[in-house]
Antibody
C-alpha cells in the first residue's frame, strides 16, 4: 500500500522560501507524476505542479516564476520550493501521486502541512 | 483553461439522495474525478473516470455525466457523508479542481 509522508517548516516570514519534502513508500516511484496541491484556509484546492520520474517538472502558470519541484530518486522523495512567499501563500500543502496517463485521479495523498506566512 | 463550477452547498436529509453537479466546457470530453474531504483530512477519491468507484467506497456513491455537466450522487445519505466534495479534470497537462461543494446531512 503506497503511503506518502510529508514534512517541512510550518511558519515562515514574508520573502522567505517555503520548502517541503514528501517521501513515498510501499510502491513504485517510477512512472507516476508526483504532485503538490495546496488549500488556502476555508477555500478550495489549487494544483501547484508535478514532476515525473525522469521527466521535466510541470508548474501552475500562476506560480511558475517562484516554484521548483524536484526529485530525490534514490530516497523515493520529491520536494517543493517556493521562493519569496507572501501571506497569500498561507495554506495547507499536500503531496499526492498523480496517474501516469493523466486520465485518472490523484491519490494517495500525504497528510498535509499547514504553512503560515506571517511577520 | 477549464473552469469547473460547483454549487457552494447542498443539504440532504438523512437517508435521502444528494446530487452535486460540476459544470464546465470540457466536462463532456474529459474524465471527471470526485474527491471527498472531511475537516482536517486530505481529499480521498470517491469516483474516478466519471463513473468508477475505488475499492472501499460504498455503492451509495455514483457518478454520471451529461453534456457539459458531471454529477456525483450520494444515495441513502449518512451523517458520515458530511464533507466537502470536489470534482477534477486534467486540462491537457494541468490539473483543474472544481470550486467545491459543502454537503450537509440534516
Amino acid at each position: 500500500q503506497v503511503q506518502l509522508q510529508q514534512w517541512g517548516a510550518g511558519l515562515l516570514k514574508p520573502s522567505e522560501t517555503l520548502s517541503l519534502t514528501c517521501a513515498v513508500s510501499g510502491g513504485a516511484f517510477s512512472g507516476y507524476y508526483w504532485t503538490w496541491v495546496r488549500q488556502t484556509p476555508g477555500k478550495g484546492l489549487e494544483w501547484i505542479g508535478e514532476i515525473k520520474y525522469s521527466g521535466r517538472p510541470n508548474y501552475s502558470p500562476s506560480l511558475k516564476s517562484r516554484l521548483t519541484i524536484s526529485l530525490d530518486t534514490p530516497n523515493n522523495q520529491f520536494s517543493l520550493k517556493l521562493i519569496s512567499v507572501t501571506a497569500a501563500d498561507t495554506a495547507v500543502y499536500y503531496c499526492a501521486r498523480g496517474p501516469p496517463d493523466k486520465a485518472s485521479a490523484l491519490g494517495p495523498w500525504g497528510q498535509g502541512t499547514l504553512v503560515t506566512i506571517s511577520s | 483553461s477549464s473552469e469547473l463550477t460547483q454549487p457552494l452547498s447542498v443539504s440532504v436529509a438523512l437517508g435521502q439522495t444528494a446530487k452535486i453537479t460540476c459544470a464546465g466546457d470540457y466536462v463532456g470530453s474529459k474524465n471527471v474525478h470526485w474527491y471527498q474531504q472531511k475537516p482536517g483530512q486530505a481529499p480521498v477519491v470517491v469516483i474516478y473516470r466519471d463513473i468508477n468507484r475505488p475499492s472501499g467506497i460504498p455503492e451509495r456513491f455514483s457518478g454520471s455525466t451529461s453534456g457539459s455537466t458531471a454529477t456525483l450522487t450520494i444515495t441513502r445519505a449518512q451523517a458520515g457523508d458530511e464533507a466537502d466534495y470536489y470534482c477534477q479534470v486534467w486540462d491537457t497537462t494541468i490539473c483543474v479542481f472544481g470550486t467545491g461543494t459543502k454537503v450537509t446531512v440534516l
